[in-house]
């Protein structure tokens, strides 16, 4: 089987990415023929890796027009990469598996392609289905037909959400292309805004949680100069200035429980001010980790994981913490509950209760229950989202796609 995958960049720049690239490299040990194009690479290119930059003129026109739409608010109109990279070697694949698409692939590519080839789309956010938002948040006009947005300033100049959502409907109806969901709640979503003629299938993006087990918590701990008997809590988040991953949540619920004397561990790219919103918190700030190990290492030394995200799909972060047998905090929303049970594999608030998530970390840090309730993660992650099992699911879709194309019409 021959396999086109393609997504935004590579490397850790992005679950979405992340995940393509994984699922590149176990799709070749599994003896297919894989290419991950990469529309703007931000690490090396790795093996089964090309740049999809179609340089010539005409391919730089197209792309600024499509950034200059995107500015007033319009979803990338035209198929720049299927007109000037995809369109010359759509032969030479059986399958398309197209990944975030999110103001970088126009949506386009996805119908055109698959008038003759097989096209598989992963939703790894809601701009798949909303106006164009990442997050609708408590909005539901998605549902219906938008307008009138509530994100319409994050969006672009003016608001042309309406005319975004009809047309990812139309793109949805294309036979030959089947949707991909990673978590229940994108699943819903999707199907209320497309359709029911949508072809959708639950999937959820597995990982390897080989690399995050340590033999303890106090080996950890040791590895990165932590006193074993302290209360050690991290954040994860590729940049804390992103509004959608409650950042600021977590720093409050961090300075609401400065009597436990804790230790914060906040792992991504942190703001610039954060000596005097932590106080005199102690804290240990590594920035921005893409080693997997590395990552791994830092939540097996915490207690707890604090993920405070106001909307998320199926957080690569939740899986990496609980494989790491790392108990997590989060708020109540999105594909969240479907990783962490509260009570059993963490801890579950309201979304948004600042005063909540403070009383649940309080609780949490006092439990005895921590040990065993990450053993309880560890063993769920693991059985539940093991890549040779998402490996398999995804051969039988691309199998099914290719053999019977008419059905996906249906």
């Not at 179609?54 to 198929?79: D, I, K, S, T, Y």
């Not at 139309?170 to 497309?194: E, H, K, Y």
């Not at 990982?207 to 033999?215: C, E, Q, W």
């Amino acid at each position: 089987m021959k396999v086109a995958l393609i997504s935004k960049t590579n490397g850790a720049f992005g679950g979405a990415s992340f995940f393509a690239e994984n699922l590149g490299r176990w799709l070749s040990e599994a003896g297919c023929e894989v290419v991950h194009f990469c529309v703007s690479p931000r690490s090396e290119l790795r093996e089964r890796q090309k740049a999809l930059h179609c340089p010539n003129f005409f391919a730089r026109v197209v792309r600024h027009l499509n950034w200059r739409a995107r500015r007033l608010g319009v979803v990338e109109p035209f198929p720049c990469e299927y007109w000037f990279g995809l369109r010359q070697v759509r032969k030479s694949f059986d399958v398309f598996h197209f990944h975030d698409l999110y103001q970088t692939i126009s949506p386009v590519n996805l119908v055109a392609l698959a008038m003759s080839r097989p096209v598989v789309f992963t939703i790894h956010d809601c701009s798949a289905f909303t106006g164009g938002c990442l997050n609708p948040q408590r909005c539901q006009r998605f549902h219906q037909t938008c307008g009138h947005c509530p994100q319409r300033k994050d969006l672009g100049r003016f608001d042309f959400t309406r005319s975004n959502v009809k047309r990812m409907r139309n793109v949805a109806q294309t036979p030959g292309l089947t949707f991909l969901c990673p978590s229940r709640w994108i699943l819903s979503g999707a199907r209320r805004s497309l359709g029911d003629r949508a072809r959708m299938e639950h999937l959820p993006n597995g990982f390897d949680p080989g690399v995050y087990r340590f033999a303890s918590r106090s080996e950890a701990r040791v590895r990165l100069g932590l006193p074993p008997g302290s209360r050690v809590i991290a954040a994860s988040c590729a940049s804390f200035e992103n509004r959608l991953k409650g950042m600021p949540f977590a720093i409050a619920a961090l300075r609401a429980t400065l009597d436990m004397q804790p230790i914060a561990l906040l792992v991504g790219q942190v703001p610039a001010d954060l000596e005097n919103q932590l106080g005199t918190i102690r804290h240990l700030a590594p920035g921005f980790v893409s080693d997997r190990q590395k990552l791994g290492l830092y939540y097996a030394a915490a207690d707890i994981i604090l993920y405070p995200s106001l909307g998320d799909n199926l957080p690569i972060t939740i899986q990496e913490a609980m494989a790491a047998a790392t108990p997590v905090l989060a708020f109540d929303v999105g594909g969240i509950p479907e990783l962490v049970k509260h009570g059993q594999t963490g801890w579950l608030v309201p979304v948004g209760d600042q005063e909540a998530l403070n009383r649940g970390l309080r609780l949490a840090l006092e439990s005895s229950e921590t040990e065993s309730m990450g053993a309880r993660a560890r063993a769920f992650v693991t059985k539940e989202y093991d890549a040779r099992h998402c490996l398999e699911r995804h051969l039988r879709i691309y199998r099914r796609a290719m053999a019977v194309p008419e059905a996906l019409a249906a």
